[in-house]
């Protein structure tokens, strides 16, 4: 293994609280010009409102911000915006039209119920864990996408912890083993053998049979997305903290070392490993910050001394780049998100080259996991790991 091509930089620590107070001031002035809100992408560096959503499901970041930055910063204020938010997002542990549900409460009501100990809010995430487990085909042994019965997202793995969760809180091992299935599944079918993933499977609805890999937002259905990978580093990593399945590390370790060996110096990659260079070999940077998050959690779960530094070193690598003036959107007068150069759905031509909500969260989120206001694999909060 290769390490990251760059060192990691000493003074990351004052550029990372300086970013987290630009990112905070970004998410208030949001929330001032267009009070109860929920961006996705914007267009032209501005947060569209009406934008066409594809799906909905990212209501939990723009109120996960808030409740990160209430974390750092202790105030009244932020708490009330954060839980106010988060109350908008409440009705939606019922809903059935999305798979997104980890994204929804996972960020929202586990803080809130973290902050409070409040037993109303632990129901709230155990339901939706109930409701996103109600998606499971029990013949192909998967969480079907939003799109058909018969598809499967790797996306998926980043909600399916809130069925772990549910099921551990609730004491259900029915619903245990519906996240343990669509893992197995996942792993089989998506997560090709040199670690790259396919964004979806398609399955035979009558015998469950896996039909073909597929995809809406990758290049192509063979290539690798570079979200999709980033998703399942993080998804698959999560999941071990559930199921301690040296299957679940061995999957993220293989994406995280596919996704850091494709990766160019900086460790941005495009929003497709496989396209093309030219104009449209577009960075993503959203995939950057999902996988800084998930590779800072990974150095911790991985118990290869020289594979976690590599992740430790890889995430601090990513959010330096994510803190030049390139990426970062604090030199840019009007810009209305955090992180410049993220793509939501390239063919749809949906927030390509702009900022995207999840990016933004994720970015936070590493950032505050790096700074030790978070508790992650391996380091409880207020631990300084700079
Ligand atoms: N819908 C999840 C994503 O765009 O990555």
Partial sequence: MDEPRAAAPDDLRPRLEAAFDFAAEQVRATTERTPDFFPTYTVG?????????????????????????AERTGERRWYELAQHYSQLLEHRQHDRNVHDLGFIFLNTYRPWYGATG?????????????????????????????????????DIMMNVPIIFYAAREAGDPGLRAIAESHCRTTERTLVRPD?????????????GEFVRQSTHQGLRADSDWSRGLAWSLYGFGTVYTYTQNPADLAVAERNADHFLARCPVGLIPPWDFDAPDGPHRIDDS?????????????????ADASRARRYRLASLIILDSLCSEQYLARGTPGWEGVLKHGVYHFHKQLGVDESVMWGDFFFLEAVAKVLGLRPCAGVPAGTSVL
């Fill in 45 to 69: 560096g501005r947060w569209k409102r009406g934008a066409e959503l594809w799906t909905d499901w990212c209501g939990g970041f723009h109120a996960g911000m808030m409740w990160l930055i």
């Fill in 118 to 154: 409040e037993s109303r809010l632990n129901d709230v995430l155990v339901n939706a864990g109930r409701t996103l487990a109600l998606r499971f085909n029990p013949k192909g042994r998967y969480l079907r996408s939003f799109v058909a019965p018969e598809s499967l997202f790797i």
């Fill in 195 to 207: 670690g790259g993933t396919a964004h979806e499977g398609i399955f035979d609805l009558d015998t």
């Fill in 286 to 302: 959203s995939a950057a910050a999902i996988a800084a998050s998930g590779l800072w959690d990974l150095s911790g779960l991985t």
